[in-house]
């Protein structure tokens, strides 16, 4: 377990290309930067030439060799960071004469040019030669990069591989040999899932797991040590290749401990208000797919690798929000991979170095995703084999939408993780798309008679669609399409004021970001309507926010994916607030008011407490007033600068507390209470 927040700089030098040059701007840089470990990527990006020949890798590493010891002699570990391993796209590269591996094919037949298929006997001998040459120079770690999956290689069809020795293998599975527009349907057919589907979803997930067994026994039958490193991509959309991410980590890491580097959301600078969002999404989500398995160093990606493309300050926020799923590192790509090495000219050393004492500070809590609180977001890592599809013809239909209240909750202020146990009893529990097909009619049963859940349009559409609709009253519900004229504004119909607004009004139909709307009928469940959806006469369409007593909030929205701008409103963030604050029974989460993008992560210890707060907006926010579950008798923070605790004053107030202190817009502060 690290004591000190671990920097690991990747970094591209040529071997042809000034190399001794960059190098030592290098070990200035990794000096006045405080960096911890040094990946030296190999045959990267620009200067990529598709599966390069052995002897091609031989130059690249005794280059590196030269420098290993050099970097180690500072107490700098060294890594490698080969930039491909079946490649990420063709991008005009082609296989050398002596390469005749397949390579991958899409679902109308087109092959790749240099995107090799890891089901291909020639590829694996190749790949297998290779890392084991990486493993003669033993390095700290050896990074697999993203192009580590079947789907997303340009110029192919999105989701793959339906190359020839994929096809004897689906055939072998099923038992017959199918055309490909037949299995294609079946995988994407509408309604329930078709046999195909657990067929295709089977073999990508065999094959990857295989795939890195291959490479994991290569390196560690070498150098035992080496530990492997992963990045991953969108975790939906490795859903949709089945991935067992347990039996991949398996494979890589063999004895050592895994290591995963989730995707941070922002290749370059992004309003850092949608970067609060995404990184709930896919962050997040990345980290509690692993279930505390592996080390997480997540990914600081700066394309195209100046400060045109990223601000120190958004670079800073980026590497303390890695922080909110408990990593203890960070892999930074700030400069380019042309062969330029270290720009000294955009400083950052200096942000890395000031940046330091407060990430280490915090590194010291030792803060673990188990021990993180708040409302339960519930996702499964298979729901790919369960989703309802609509028959479109395009394998991005079976990725599920599970991550609506993380990003929701987040901007609310409201602390939320994300659980796949749906046994737990006393919780809030958060529901979006079709979550609950994953699950047994008795296990959604129970989840209502133990818990109060936040439910979506798509998630009660799920429940009424698998007969369980009465589980809330519910008898039908119907689709009313945004900006149809059925329905465009939401009002209040409680004498309970939000924003101190009598009946207040909510939009439903601008830019259709607030999504499709679901009419539900109720009948007999004790009910209370918060809300009702209006035409633009001012009469009825039906019932909006609904609190069916002590069982669920139903927000009756859906469709909207990643557009759901309008639907994060004051109001709505106040009406949610009183709603939770009512249920009895259940564990309550720490709630920011008033404080837009303002998101808290809660870890729980015994009589200690620790709130991460990070402001996402653009805004200061003074004044903080939290609501809190429980009582504090002390409190203190990390400090900014030296990383140090220093006490925190605060006052206390009706159901929490107030702390006197100005959040800065797009930073973060570490908070600690003691009961």
């Keep these: 377990m690290n004591e000190k927040f671990t920097y690991s700089l990747r970094i591209g030098i040529c071997p042809d290309f000034y190399a001794e040059e960059k190098f030592y701007d290098l070990l200035k840089f990794c000096k006045s930067a405080q960096i911890d470990d040094v990946q030296f990527f190999l045959n990267m990006e620009e200067v990529n030439q598709g599966h390069l020949s ?34 990420h796209a063709d991008r005009g590269r082609t296989l050398a004469e002596d390469q005749n591996f397949t390579t991958m094919a899409d679902y109308n037949g087109r092959k790749a040019d240099a995107v090799a298929c ?22 700290a770690v050896i990074w697999i990069e993203d192009d580590f999956r079947l789907h997303n290689h340009p110029p192919l069809e999105w989701g793959g591989c339906f190359c020839e020795l994929h096809k004897r293998e689906f055939a072998k599975r099923i038992g017959k040999e199918v055309d490909m527009e037949s299995f294609l349907e079946g995988i994407l057919c509408q309604g329930s899932p078709h046999p195909y589907r657990k067929v295709w979803l089977d073999t990508a997930r065999d094959t990857m797991c295989g795939f890195a067994a291959l490479l994991g026994e290569a390196v560690h039958e070498i150098s035992p040590h080496t530990r492997m490193g992963l990045m991953s991509s969108g975790p939906e959309v490795h859903c949709v290749e089945g991935r067992d991410w347990n039996g991949i980590f398996s494979g890589l890491s063999g004895e050592t401990a895994p290591l995963n580097r989730p995707h941070l959301p922002a290749y370059a600078e992004a309003s850092p208000r949608q970067y609060a969002l995404d990184f709930q999404k896919t962050t997040k989500l990345s980290a509690a797919m692993t279930k505390g398995q592996a080390q997480l160093w997540p990914e600081l990606d700066n394309f195209p690798h100046t400060t045109f493309s990223k601000s120190h300050r958004f670079t800073r926020l980026e590497i303390e929000s890695a922080l909110a799923v408990g990593a203890d590192g960070i892999t930074m790509n700030l400069f380019d991979m042309i062969g330029n090495g270290i720009n000294k000219e955009q400083k950052y050393d200096e942000l890395l170095s000031r940046a330091k004492p407060y990430l280490t500070g915090i590194t010291g809590l030792h803060l673990k995703g188990s021990e993180e609180k708040g409302i339960c977001v519930m996702y499964s890592s298979n729901s790919s084999y369960t989703i309802h599809t609509d028959g479109t013809r395009c394998l991005s239909a079976i990725q599920p939408w599970e991550t609506f209240w993380a990003e929701y909750l987040s901007a609310f202020g409201m602390a939320n993780h994300y659980c796949d146990d749906c046994s737990k009893t006393g919780e809030i529990m958060a529901v979006s798309g079709q979550y609950f097909r994953n699950l047994k009619p008795c296990e959604i049963t129970k989840m209502f008679s133990d818990n109060v859940l936040l439910l979506e349009g798509e998630a009660v559409e799920t429940l009424v669609d698998m007969g369980l609709g009465c589980l809330l009253g519910i008898t039908s519900c119907e689709w009313y399409p945004a900006n149809t004229g059925k329905h465009s504004y939401e009002q ?23 999504g499709d709307y679901l009419n539900i009928t109720y009948t007999k469940e004790p009910h209370q309507t918060v809300s009702v959806l209006k035409a633009p006469d001012g009469s009825v369409v039906g019932e909006g926010v609904v609190y069916v007593t002590n069982r669920a909030v139903i927000l009756p929205y859906g469709h909207m994916r990643d557009r759901h701008n309008f639907l994060l409103n004051p109001v709505r963030q106040e009406m949610l607030r009183h709603l939770i604050l009512s249920m009895k029974d259940v564990r309550q989460p720490v709630i920011i008011e008033n404080c837009p993008y303002v998101t808290v992560s809660h870890f729980s210890r015994e009589r200690q407490q620790v709130l991460l707060l990070f402001n996402y907006a653009t ?15 002390d409190a203190f923070e990390i400090s900014r600068e030296e990383g140090k605790p220093v006490p925190l004053q605060f006052e206390k107030r009706e159901g929490g507390i107030l702390l006197p202190v100005m959040l800065e817009h797009m930073t973060s502060r570490c908070i600690v209470l003691k009961s």
């Design 118 to 139: 890891p089901l291909d006997q020639q590829f694996q001998d190749y790949i297998k030669a290779v890392y084991r040459l990486y493993a003669d120079l033993h390095f």
């Design 492 to 514: 209040v119909i409680t004498e309970q004021r939000f924003q101190n607004l009598p009946y207040a009004r909510i939009s439903a139909q601008t830019m259709g970001e607030t």
């Design 54 to 87: 052995l002897e091609k890798t031989k130059e690249w590493l005794q280059m590196i060799e030269k420098f290993k010891p050099k970097l180690n002699e500072e107490g700098i570990s060294v890594s490698l960071n080969p930039w491909t391993t079946v490649l």
């Design 619 to 633: 805004d200061d926010f003074e004044n903080v007033k939290l609501d809190l579950p429980f009582p504090v008798q």
